[in-house]
C-alpha cells in the first residue's frame, strides 16, 4: 500500500516492437510523453508531491516499459501540447484524446482505453434528467471536447425534430468550472468524460452521476511519424493482453474501459 | 582665415554654413542602425516563409464567424467595463483626495483590496457568488431582516458577473491614475477657478478634470490595451472573447499556433486603432500646454540643433 | 476718492484683529485695516509678511482664525445667527466669493480653454447668465484691455503681460464690487509690466475699489490712495503714498524701501 | 457688535474663533458615511459568518507547503522579470525619444508589437519556438549560412520560456512608462547638465533618470501588482505558480472559493508589502520636489482651512 | 578690464556674422560681438531679441547655422581640418562647454541633490576629480555666495536669492573661463534681486570675464563694461554703458530704455 504512484506493474519488453522504434528514440532510450496539466482522476499531482500519477500517466509508463525505454513525463498545458510535439519537444501524449479525423491532420493516434460520458446533475436528480432529455437544459461542457462537438449537435437534431428547444451549452476551460457552475445552479447538468464525472460526484455530495453513455476509445497521440506509430500501435497491441495493464485499470476503478483492439487512426464520429 | 557674411539660405533643415561642410559621422550607430534592420527584415522574411506558422490556416480562420464574434465580445465587453470603470474610479480618486476621512479610508481599503486581488477570483467570485448567497437579499446586516430581491443566479448571469468582476476591479486601478492626474494639475487653477465663484462639481467638471486628462490618457491607454487582452480572464465563465473562441477552434483541431496568431492579429488591429484615437486625444487635451514640454522629449542622442 | 463715509460699516473692506494660523505657525498676528469703497490700497512687504495671505482672506480663499473680516458688510467665513458665529456653507462661501475678482501673480488662466472661454466660463456656468449675452459683454472687456482680437487664441500663445490683461478681463466679467491684485506684474519682463499697469490704472480711473499687492512703487505712488506696510504678519505702517514712502516712521520699513528701491 | 482682539490658543488645528464657534455640519455627507461604515461592516461580518467561505478550510491551507512554493515562484518570477522589463524598458524609452529615426522606428514596433498580443500567445510562441525553429542558429537571414547553437528544446526551458514572455511584454509597457517619466523632466535640467559638460549616460543617470522616479513610480507600481497576478498566466508552461497551485489543490478536493480565498490572502499580503516600500520610494524621490504640490492634492472636500 | 590685446583672436568670444534658424525662422540675423577677456558685457534688448539664443551658441547648447564664433580661440560645433569644416562630435562639444560657466533664470538646480551635491556634481562625475579634493573647494565656494551653512539644504528649501547664488557656486565649480548669466535676477522677488547682483559684481572684481543679459540697468551701469542693445536677432546698438544709456542713437533703443527705466 505503501507503493509510489510512480511503480506500475512489470510488463515484458516486446522486442518485436522495439524493432520498429525511430532510430533517434532507441538511440537516446527515452520517451517523452505529455501529460495534461491535473485534472484528476486521469491525470493529477499525487499529494503533496511533483509527481504525476493516474490512468495516463500509468498509461504513458506501461508503453515505454513494453518499448523498453525509459519515460520521460512532461505536464503541460493542453494549450502547449500540441505545437510542442510539432516542435519535438515530445514523443506522444497520453491524454484522453479522442480521434477524430481533423485532428489526424496533426497527430496520429493509437487507442489505449475506452471510457464513456457522464452526466452529473444535482443531488436526487430533481429535473429527472437523462442524456436523452436535455433539450432545453442548460449543460455544462469541456472546450472541445468529443461531447461537445459530437453528441450535442446529435442530441439538438433529435430535439429540432421533436419540436422541443435546443440544449443551452456552456463551454468551460476545465471540468471544475462546470462543475461549479453546477453545484452553484448555474447551469442543470455537467456532460463530460465519465472518469472525471464520477470523481467529482464522489468528492461532491451534492452532485450525482445521472446517466452514462457511449463508450467509445480514447487514443495515445504520436508525432507524425510512420516508425513511431507503428512501434507505439505494436506495443499497445501486446500491453492489452497484459496483466499489467488490467491492473492499472482497476486500480482507477476503470476495469470495464479494457480495449481489445489497439486501433491506429481510427476515427470515432 | 575667412569669415562668411553671405546671406543665408532659407531650406534650413541641415546647416547651412556656408563654407563646405563635413557633417559628423556616427559609424557606431550606423552599423547598430544597419544590423537591426537586417534583423527585423531577416525575422520578417522568415516568419512569411516559415511553413510551421500555416499561413494557409491563419487566412482560413481569420475571419471565422466565431473569431469575429469572439472579438466583438471583446470590444464590447472592453467598452463597457472601461466606461463604468473609468467613472467608478473618478468617484473613488474624488473619495480619496476627500477631506472626510471616513471616504479616504473607504476608497483606500477598495482600492487596496480590488488591486490586490486576482481578477480571476474575482470573477469566480461573482459567478459563484449564488454558492454563498443563494437569493440577493436588500436588508440589515448581521442577519437583520431584508427584502428579498431574487436569486442570485437570476440576478447574476454570467455576462453580468464578467462585468461586475472587470469593472469594478478596474476601477481601483483608474483610480489611482485619476488620482495622479488631478494632484498634476496646478494649485493656481483651484484658486482662480474658486475665485471665480466656482465649487465642486463645477470646478472638478469644467477646470480640474480637463485639465488632468493630459496626464491620465496615457496610462488609460495601457488601461485599455490590458483590459482588451485581459477580457480572455472570462472564458472561467464560459464566455467566449477573441482568444477563448480561438481556443475553442483548436481544442478540435489542434492548430494551435495558426489560431494564436489569427487571435493577435485582431489584437494587433485593435490596439492600433486604439493607439490612433490615443494620440488624437493627446493631442486634443494636451493643446493649450507648454509647447516647449513637448520640444523637450526628443532626446539624447539628438544634436544640438 | 472713498464716496461716501458711515460710521465704519460702509467701508469696502473691514478688518479687526484678523489672525490667521496654519497649524500652529501664526502668520497674521492680528490685522486691523479699512479699505473705503473706490479707493486704492496697495499692500507692500517683504516675502513671507503674510500679504497674499491677507488677500486670500479678504476674498474667502482662507478662512480666518481670529478676529473679525468683513467685505462688503458680510463676515468672511462665519455667518452670525443668535450671538453665535456659524461656519458658513462651501455653497455660501463660493456665492460670496463673488463679490470680488482676484487676479494672480502666474495669471492662472484656464489652458485648455480659448481666451474667451476663459471669460465666459464664470458669468455661464456660475452665474447662469445665457452666452449670448455674456459674449458680447466679454468682447468689450476684450477690447478694454486691448486685446479684442485674441479671443480665440489659447492663453499659452500669448505673451504674459497678455495674459495678465486676460486675467485682469475674466475677473472684470463677473461684475465685482472689489478687485484683489497679488503681485500682478512680478512674473513678467521688465518691458511688459506697463501694459498691465495702464489696464489697472484705467480700472481705478473708473471708481473700482482695489486692494493690490505690489512692488511697483511707482504704481503705489501715482495710482494708490493708500499704502499699508506688512511685516512678520503685522501692519507696521500705513497712509498715503508720501508718507510712507518719502518719510516712512519705522526702521523695518525704512529697510525694505532702500531694498526695493 | 463686538470685535475680539484677544490673544489666540495655539492650538489650532479647529478654528480658534474665540467668539463661540459653530462647526458646520454636513448631514448628508454623515449620512453617506454612516450607511457606508455599516454597510461594509455587513459584509465583513456576514463574511466571517458565512459557512460558505469555509474558512477553517482556509486556515488549513494558507501555510501549506504547496501554496508557500507557489508563492516564492510568483515573487522570484516577478523580481526577474520586472528587473529585465525595467532595464529593457529603459534602453526602449531612451530609443524611442532618439534623434535616430531607425532606433524610434525599431522601438516603436516593439511596442506596438509586445503591447499588442497577449502574453498568453507570447508564452506559448517562446516555449515552442522549436516548432518554427527547431535549432537556434546564429547566421545570416533570407536563409544564409549560419552556425548552429543548439537544440531551442534544451535551450528553453520552460522557466525560460516563462521568463522571456512575461519580461520582453513588461518590457514594451516600462518603456511607454518610463518615456512619460523622462517626458515630465523639466527641460531647463537638461541645459543646466550639458552646460556643466554632462552628456550621454551621464546625464540621463544621474540628473534625467532620478527625476523621472517621481513620475515612474507610481505606474510601476501598478504593472509590478499586475505582474504579481499576471504570473498566473505561466500556469500554461505547467509552472506552478500562487494561483496555479491553489487550483491544482482544488482539483483535487473541489474547495474552491476556501483555496482561491487562501491564494487572496497571500496577494493581498504582497501587494500591500509593495504600496509600503512604494510609499517609501515615493516619498525618497519626492524628497527636494515642491511640496506645495503634495499639498494640493488634498481636494475637493477641504473646507478652506 | 581688458588684460591683454591682440589682434582679435585674443578675445575670449569672438562673433562674426553669426546666424541661427529653427526651422525656417531665423532668429539670429548674423552678429558681430567681441568679449575682452576679463570684461563684462551686459546684453539687453526685448524679449524674442535673440539674446538667450546668442548666449546658448556661446555655450555650445545650439549650434549656429552661418557665421563663426570662437570662444577661447575654439570655433563652436565645428572643427577645421584641410580647410573643411567638419562637424564635432558630442562628446567634445561637452567638452568645449566646461570652458564656459552658464547660470538660468529659473536657477535650474539639481532638485534631487543637496546644494553640496550640485556643486560637486560636475567636477566628479565630469572632470572626474576625487572628492576629497573637490568638497573642500565647493565648501569655500558656498562661503564666498554667502551660504556656508546650507550645503546639507536641498534647494527646493532655499528663497529664489539662494537658489540662484547656489547657481552661480555650481557653475563656478567647473573653473570655468567665462561665465554666461541669462537674466539671472528676473525670476527672484525685488528684495532678493541685491543679493545675486552683490555675488555677481564680487566676481566681476576677480578679473572673471561675463556676459550678462539683463534688464537691471543699474547693474550694467556699475559694472558692465559694455553695453549690446539687440533687437530682432541684430545688434542695434553697442557701447560703453553711458554711451549706451545716456545718449542712445537708434530710435529702437531710445524705445525700449523709455520702458524698461
Ligand atoms: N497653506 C499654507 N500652509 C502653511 N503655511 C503657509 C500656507 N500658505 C502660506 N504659508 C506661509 O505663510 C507665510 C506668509 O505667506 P504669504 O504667501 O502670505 O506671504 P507674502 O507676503 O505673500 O510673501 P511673498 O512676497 O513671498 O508672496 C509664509 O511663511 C508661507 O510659507
Ligand atoms: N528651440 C527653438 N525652436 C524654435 N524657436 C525658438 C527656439 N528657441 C527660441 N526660439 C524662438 O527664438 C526667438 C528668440 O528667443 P530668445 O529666447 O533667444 O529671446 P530672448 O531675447 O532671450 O527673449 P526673452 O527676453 O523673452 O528671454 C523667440 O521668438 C523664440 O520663440
Ligand atoms: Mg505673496
Ligand atoms: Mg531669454
Not at chain 1, 491525470?43 to 490512468?55: A, H, L, N, S
Not at chain 2, 437569493?135 to 431584508?146: D, R, S
Request: with cysteine; aromatic share 6%; glycine share 8%.
Amino acid at each position: 500500500a505503501t507503493s509510489s504512484a510512480t511503480d506500475v506493474p512489470p510488463v515484458a519488453v516486446d522486442s518485436a516492437a522495439v524493432k520498429l522504434l525511430p532510430p533517434g528514440i532507441a538511440s537516446s532510450g527515452v520517451l517523452r510523453v505529455a501529460i495534461p496539466t491535473n485534472e484528476p482522476p486521469t491525470q493529477y499531482y499525487e499529494d503533496g508531491t511533483q509527481t504525476m500519477t493516474g490512468i495516463n500517466p500509468d498509461i504513458a509508463r506501461l508503453i515505454g516499459a513494453t518499448l523498453g525505454l525509459k519515460v520521460e513525463i512532461d505536464v503541460a498545458n493542453f494549450d502547449s501540447i500540441i505545437p510542442g510535439m510539432a516542435a519535438g519537444r515530445y514523443d506522444m501524449t497520453v491524454s484522453s484524446m479522442t480521434p477524430t479525423t481533423e485532428r489526424m491532420q496533426v497527430l496520429d493516434f493509437v487507442d489505449y482505453l475506452q471510457i464513456g460520458s457522464s452526466l452529473a446533475v444535482a443531488q436526487n436528480n430533481p429535473l429527472a434528467l437523462k442524456v436523452t432529455t436535455l433539450c432545453g437544459h442548460k449543460v455544462g461542457l469541456l472546450t472541445g471536447s468529443y461531447q461537445l462537438t459530437e453528441n450535442i449537435p446529435t442530441y439538438d437534431a433529435a430535439c429540432v425534430s421533436a419540436g422541443q428547444p435546443t440544449i443551452e451549452t456552456s463551454e468551460f476551460q476545465d471540468t471544475r468550472q462546470a462543475i461549479s457552475a453546477l453545484t452553484s445552479g448555474r447551469i442543470d447538468a455537467v456532460f463530460a468524460d465519465s472518469p472525471i464525472v464520477s470523481y467529482a460526484a464522489l468528492q461532491n455530495p451534492s452532485i450525482a452521476v445521472a446517466d452514462t453513455i457511449d463508450v467509445t476509445p480514447v487514443a495515445a497521440g504520436v508525432t507524425k511519424n510512420p516508425q513511431l506509430v507503428t512501434a507505439v500501435s505494436a506495443a499497445l497491441a501486446s500491453l492489452i493482453t497484459s496483466d499489467a495493464y488490467r491492473q492499472v485499470l482497476n486500480k482507477y476503478g476503470l476495469g470495464d474501459g479494457a480495449i481489445t483492439d489497439a486501433r491506429v487512426n481510427f476515427a470515432q464520429g | 582665415m575667412t569669415f562668411v557674411n553671405r546671406s543665408v539660405e532659407t531650406d534650413a533643415l541641415t546647416s547651412s554654413q556656408s563654407d563646405p561642410v563635413v557633417p559628423l559621422r556616427h559609424p557606431v550607430r550606423l552599423a547598430i542602425a544597419i544590423v537591426l534592420v537586417i534583423v527585423a527584415a531577416g525575422v520578417a522574411w522568415d516568419v512569411a516563409m516559415n511553413r510551421g506558422y500555416r499561413w494557409d490556416v491563419v487566412a482560413q480562420y481569420v475571419f471565422a464567424p466565431r473569431i469575429i464574434s469572439g472579438a466583438a465580445l471583446t470590444v464590447g465587453l472592453t467598452i463597457v467595463a472601461m466606461a463604468i470603470g473609468i467613472v467608478f474610479g473618478t468617484i473613488l480618486a474624488i473619495m480619496r483626495l476627500s477631506a472626510n476621512p471616513i471616504f479616504r479610508v473607504i476608497a483606500g481599503a477598495y482600492v487596496w483590496f480590488f488591486r490586490g486581488t486576482p481578477v480571476l477570483v474575482q470573477l469566480i467570485f461573482w459567478y459563484n457568488i449564488a454558492a454563498l448567497y443563494p437569493v440577493i437579499v436588500l436588508g440589515l446586516p448581521f442577519g437583520g431582516p431584508g427584502i428579498v430581491i431574487g436569486s442570485a443566479n437570476v440576478l447574476i448571469a454570467p455576462i453580468t458577473a464578467a462585468l461586475l468582476g472587470l469593472s469594478l476591479n478596474e476601477a481601483a486601478y483608474m483610480a489611482e491614475i485619476i488620482r495622479s492626474g488631478i494632484g498634476a494639475v496646478d494649485r493656481g487653477q483651484y484658486d482662480a477657478a474658486r475665485a471665480l465663484g466656482m465649487n465642486g462639481r463645477l470646478l472638478m467638471s469644467r477646470i480640474v478634470l480637463p485639465q488632468a486628462m493630459r496626464v491620465v490618457i496615457p496610462p488609460t491607454g495601457n488601461e485599455i490595451i490590458s483590459m482588451l487582452k485581459g477580457t480572455s480572464l472570462v472564458s472561467v465563465l464560459a464566455i467566449s472573447d477573441l482568444l477563448y473562441s480561438a481556443q475553442i477552434i483548436y481544442a478540435a483541431n489542434y492548430q494551435i499556433i495558426p489560431l494564436l496568431i489569427v487571435a493577435s492579429l485582431w489584437y494587433l488591429a485593435m490596439t492600433s486603432v486604439l493607439s490612433f484615437f490615443q494620440g488624437k486625444l493627446e493631442r486634443r487635451y494636451g493643446r493649450g500646454f507648454d509647447v516647449r514640454t513637448s520640444r523637450s522629449r526628443r532626446w539624447p542622442l539628438r544634436k544640438a540643433s | 476718492m472713498a464716496t461716501q463715509k458711515g460710521i465704519m460699516n460702509t467701508a469696502m473692506v473691514q478688518a479687526i484683529g484678523v489672525r490667521k494660523q496654519f497649524g500652529s505657525t501664526e502668520i497674521l498676528k492680528g490685522i486691523d485695516l479699512t479699505v473705503e469703497r473706490g479707493s486704492v490700497t496697495c499692500l507692500i512687504g517683504p516675502s513671507g509678511s503674510g500679504k497674499t495671505t491677507f488677500l486670500r482672506c479678504i476674498n474667502h480663499l482662507e478662512k480666518v482664525s481670529a478676529g473679525r473680516l468683513y467685505v462688503d458688510q458680510e463676515l468672511v467665513g462665519y455667518e452670525e445667527r443668535n450671538g453665535l458665529l456659524h461656519e458658513k456653507k462651501e455653497k455660501d462661501t463660493a456665492r460670496a466669493r463673488m463679490s470680488a475678482g482676484m487676479v494672480f501673480q502666474r495669471f492662472n488662466l484656464f489652458p485648455h480653454m480659448t481666451v474667451l472661454e476663459n471669460i465666459i466660463e464664470a458669468p455661464t456656468r456660475v452665474a447662469g447668465r445665457p452666452k449670448r449675452d455674456v459674449i458680447p459683454e466679454a468682447q468689450k472687456l476684450l477690447e478694454r484691455v486691448g486685446l479684442g482680437d485674441r479671443g480665440m487664441a489659447y492663453p499659452q500663445e500669448l505673451s504674459g503681460g497678455q495674459q495678465q490683461r486676460i486675467a485682469i478681463a475674466r475677473a472684470l466679467a463677473m461684475k465685482p464690487k472689489l478687485m484683489l491684485f497679488d503681485e500682478p506684474t512680478s512674473a513678467l519682463d521688465p518691458e511688459l509690466v506697463g501694459e498691465v499697469l495702464e489696464v489697472m490704472q484705467a480700472l481705478a480711473e473708473t471708481g473700482m475699489t482695489m486692494v493690490v499687492v505690489t512692488h511697483e512703487l511707482g504704481f503705489a505712488r501715482q495710482v494708490g490712495d493708500h499704502v499699508v506696510f506688512m511685516d512678520a504678519g503685522v501692519v507696521v505702517e500705513s497712509g498715503s503714498p508720501d508718507d510712507v514712502f518719502n518719510s516712512p516712521q519705522h526702521a523695518r520699513t525704512q529697510a525694505f524701501l532702500s531694498k526695493v528701491l
